[in-house]
Nanobody, 115 residues
Framework: QVQLVESGGGLVQPGGSLRLSCAAS????????MAWYRQAPGKQREPVAA???????QYLLSVKGRFTISRDNAKNTMYLQMKDLKPGDTAVYFC?????????WGQGTQVTVSS
């Protein structure tokens, strides 16, 4: 059973930065897709950024230029570097990975952007 564990969330002021990490219990090289999703209160979960073996990185339009997704297969870890955070970025952020048609989720980490 693959496990994904997020960390790095917290409270940050508008304009601040955070780096989220997603540690996998298996070799991340095996994942066709790794992604970050977020879910704000009362809203549906939405994809924020993805890193795909075939096409590279993709971003939600509202975070493009502010967020950077990356993965370190040697450490079995995926990252989401977030800068210039806005109150609208407040949400629970989830790690997601897909391998051979099976989707895995982390438990989520809270990001709150507030002054």
């Amino acid at each position: 059973q693959v496990q994904l564990v997020e960390s790095g969330g917290g409270l940050v002021q508008p304009g601040g930065s955070l780096r989220l990490s997603c540690a996998a219990s298996t070799n991340t090289f095996s994942f066709n897709v790794m992604a970050w999703y977020r879910q704000a209160p009362g809203k549906q979960r939405e994809p924020v950024a993805a890193i795909r073996r075939d096409v590279g990185t993709q971003y939600l339009l509202s975070v493009k230029g502010r967020f950077t997704i990356s993965r370190d297969n040697a450490k079995n870890t995926m990252y989401l570097q977030m800068k210039d955070l806005k109150p609208g970025d407040t949400a629970v952020y989830f790690c997601n990975a897909v391998n051979d048609g099976v989707t895995y989720w982390g438990q989520g980490t809270q990001v709150t952007v507030s002054s």
